[in-house]
């Protein structure tokens, strides 16, 4: 390992009255390409602004290779008192060279001509990302680059930091950009960092490996985990394990609408059925819509099914909202017809945040003030909701304005997914989320029982939640493709790349049938009859919340609460140990 440029020694960082982290060891290497990793409201924007030398630590000391420059890519560029974004991306005695700052705005395709004030967020971002690559750094910082950017510039990022000679530090909740670029994993868990020399792609196994050596530990030392890290800890590894069965779930899905889909290219499926599972909710026929002398939807038919996930992908200003409105009967088209279903309920959850009022308390955004929210028609206490969405049940009555972007968007996601709805609108739902909460968002979006619609551009996201895919390449033509991102990005490669990979596939010897293992009979038995008891449990649960919901039983009957609540944990438990189990069994049988 290359002598550290910069390191970080016992460091140390005081939150009010308790420390954010302690005694943290941290070295940046000449050519690190290092994935910074941990939950919304760990200290990871904190813990960069350290590394960059913008804040002072309370403890620890900074070192740093003589001439090094490292610089910090932040979420939120400070664009105020800026006329146009070029006088910011020019601004300060380090501005970078005015040639260099051109070059790479041409090729982010960004006008920094553009006028800063109303600028968009994606503007801002690209002007920003001008700025860090132009100044030359030797340590590149980056947080959460990939917000606001289309796929275009994502991939152009990608490109830039592969040929990039420095080191970087990069937070993410994109998993495909992690996965390509990074080496190596700094975790942020619990007020301790923790490296590893992988990169993002093995971070899970990893994590899995700590979380069961610390399990194992606590179980020699006749000692149980505190409660919430216990609950984060079981609810992380049973949520991924839990996803790999949505996946399965997701794949036959997508085979199910591929046999309703038409030759490639046409987007009409069969005949409309009344099969309340089936039932067309929204039906486009020749849909076209222009502005001015632009055309930005030209000739698009879909049938959209009830349970279908559809994922909207494409440039900014290719057209992706300009479609999601015509979908949802928000603008007329110019020609064709869009009906939609007279029992259609939607929410739309847009970028905006409109309803997260800094003023607000989290019980205000979740229960008007109160204890009790109805959830899809069942009435659960905010304590216990919030812990759902990953919250610590004693932020009830913090204001929103305290709370980090990541755990805002999470607020509203919890707010949304407790209304009746048969249509959830996500536009670009994944900004500002952490991993974990992308995991919950996925197991939420997998169990709605309506349609979703979803603008996003993030790649592994739309890979593991959406059944069919509408690629908008900015002429007015829409892709209709069964599946996600990837199988998109498969469908528009040029052909001769196509042709090349096929002749790579045909040319190499064919991998061995996976083997397949015989389960005993216990296990046979088990697999078997599991998914008849988590329905049961299901049920179960949802019996003792509707009864639990009665705001006069703790008076009434509180040894009939205590049971019930009690009843209701035991059961969580049981099924998600069942669940584990099926799982478990199910990748036995699939070999």
Do not use: C
Request: aromatic share 6%; charged share 30%; glycine share 8%.
């Amino acid at each position: 390992m290359a002598a550290p440029i910069l390191s970080y020694e016992n460091l140390g960082l005081s939150q009010g009255s308790h420390w954010l982290f302690r005694g943290l060891d941290l070295h940046v290497g000449p050519r690190d390409r290092l994935a910074l990793i941990g939950r919304n409201g760990a200290g990871k924007t904190t813990l960069l602004k350290l590394i960059a030398g913008t804040i002072d630590s309370d403890e620890g000391r900074r070192t740093i290779v003589p001439g090094t420059r490292v610089i910090l890519l932040e979420q939120e560029p400070a664009l105020a008192g800026f006329a146009t974004l070029a006088d910011y991306v020019m601004s300060g005695a380090d501005a970078p060279s005015a040639h260099e700052a051109d070059a790479i705005a041409d090729q982010l395709g960004i006008d920094l001509s553009r006028e800063a004030a109303s600028a968009s967020g994606g503007e801002r971002r690209r002007a920003a990302i001008v700025r860090a690559l132009a100044l030359n750094p030797d340590v590149l910082l980056l947080d959460e680059p990939t917000n606001h950017l289309d796929i275009g510039a994502i991939d152009w990022l990608e490109d830039w930091l592969t040929r990039f000679r420095g080191a970087f530090v990069v937070i993410s909740h994109d998993r495909t950009f992690l996965t390509r670029l990074t080496r190596q994993t700094l975790w942020l868990d619990r007020g301790s960092l923790r490296r590893s020399e992988i990169g993002f792609g093995g971070f899970e196994a990893w994590t899995e490996q700590v979380y069961a050596e610390e399990e194992r530990n606590a179980a020699r030392l006749d000692a149980k985990l505190k409660i919430e890290e216990h609950w984060l800890q079981r609810g992380v590894t049973g949520r991924r394990r839990r996803n790999q069965g949505r996946l399965a779930k997701l794949k036959e899905m997508r085979a199910e609408r591929a046999a309703m889909t038409g030759p490639q290219g046409s987007a009409n499926l069969v005949t409309a059925s009344d099969d309340s599972r089936t039932k067309v909710v929204i039906d486009a026929e020749h849909v076209s819509k222009s502005f001015g002398p632009r055309t930005i939807i030209r000739d698009f038919s879909l049938r959209v099914r009830r349970g279908d996930r559809i994922g909207l992908v494409g440039a900014n200003g290719a057209g992706k909202s300009t479609l999601l409105k015509l979908l949802t009967g928000e603008v007329e088209p110019d020609s064709g017809s869009v009906k939609l279903a007279k029992t259609l309920d939607g929410v739309v959850i847009d970028q905006q945040r409109k309803l997260m009022a800094p003023e607000k308390s989290v019980r205000d955004v979740l229960a008007e003030g109160g204890e009790w929210i109805d959830v899809l028609g069942v009435r659960k206490h905010v304590h216990g909701y919030l812990k759902e969405f990953l919250f610590d049940p004693s932020l009830i009555d913090a204001k929103v304005g305290s709370l980090s972007g990541g755990e805002r968007s999470r607020l509203l996601l919890a707010r949304e997914f407790a209304r009746h709805s048969n249509l959830l609108v996500l536009d670009e739902p994944t900004n500002d989320l952490d991993l974990e909460t992308l995991d919950l968002l996925q197991e939420v979006i997998a169990d709605y029982d309506g349609t979703v619609l979803i603008v996003s551009h993030d790649r592994d996201f739309l890979d593991r939640t959406v059944t069919v895919t509408l690629g908008l390449d900015g002429s007015g033509h829409v892709d209709v493709v069964v599946g996600g991102y990837e199988d998109w990005e498969r469908q528009r490669r040029p052909r001769g790349e196509a042709k090349k990979a096929t002749a790579k596939a045909a040319a190499a010897p064919p991998p061995p049938p996976p083997a397949r293992t015989k389960l005993t009979y216990k296990d046979q038995r088990d697999y078997e009859l599991l998914p008849k008891r988590i329905e049961a449990l299901d049920a179960q649960i949802a019996r003792d919340e509707a009864a639990l919901a009665d705001p006069a039983l703790y008076t009434r009957d509180p040894a009939k609460f205590d049971a019930l609540s009690r009843g209701i944990g035991a059961a969580r438990e049981e099924k998600d140990a069942a669940e584990m189990r099926w799982l478990e069994l199910a990748e036995q049988v699939e070999g």
